[in-house]
DNA sequence: TAATTACATTGCAATATTACGATATATTAT
DNA sequence: ATAATATATCGTAATATTGCAATGTAATTA
């Protein structure tokens, strides 16, 4: 118990959850939002935006590069992270879809 | 330690991250698309429906209606769940203002 | 080479989430 | 009133997330 059942929903019902977790912290969304505005996109600036301490936005830049959202190149000894465009879109697409849905033409309520 | 420093965030971010944590269980986009799909739109039939016990799709229903997505009304001895449209279109304007944020004309990456 | 700088990883404590049995509540049927 | 049915809430165990100090790693400079 308190193990998410995973083997009960389709896979795109997982995925899009584990999408949604992501931006699920306010953290995660500010550094989207650095990222989307901002000219320059060195980690180093969000250690200094943001008042984590660096660890703790490493590991939520992690997280992010792990769903794809950003990537991030060495950049001499500091490293760029920026948006990916392509999956970007692709989650966006995936948020649309789901907000798509409704309303439907069943009037049940 | 362990508890997420909203403080450091705009009101903004602090709520679309707290939307977003809606999002992200499985079982919660399945109610919801379930909500969408079904001309019914009876508790007991999610039941059915997902594997999951009672107790748990009550405390997923809790949390979707926490956030304002979807309202019950009480249909005899059942309830009947449904999509708030306002909510869902206003929440769906937060996400596609993220969303088309990006790209912007700042070529950093 | 040694020191510096920038970022990642580890380890851990505090807190939050998930799932479900048991139980409470509220409406309908007998 | 009593029983049956449907849903909500409580309590709790298992697991996940968050935040940070400490430490590791890799490139840069002195």
Request: hydrophobic share 40%; net charge negative; proline share 3%.
């Amino acid at each position: 118990m308190g193990v998410t059942r995973t083997d009960l929903f389709t896979e795109k019902q997982n995925e899009l959850a584990k999408i949604a977790k992501v931006f699920a912290h306010p953290a995660r969304i500010a550094i989207l939002e650095y990222l989307i505005q901002s000219d320059t996109c060195i980690n180093g600036d969000l250690v200094q935006e943001l008042g984590l301490a660096q660890a703790t936005i490493s590991q939520h830049l992690r997280e992010l590069k792990e769903t794809g959202l950003i990537k991030g190149s060495i950049e001499g000894v500091s490293v760029c992270y920026c948006i990916d465009p392509i999956r970007w879109t692709e989650v966006q697409h995936l948020f649309q879809e789901l907000f798509g849905g409704f309303p439907k033409i069943s009037g049940c309520c």
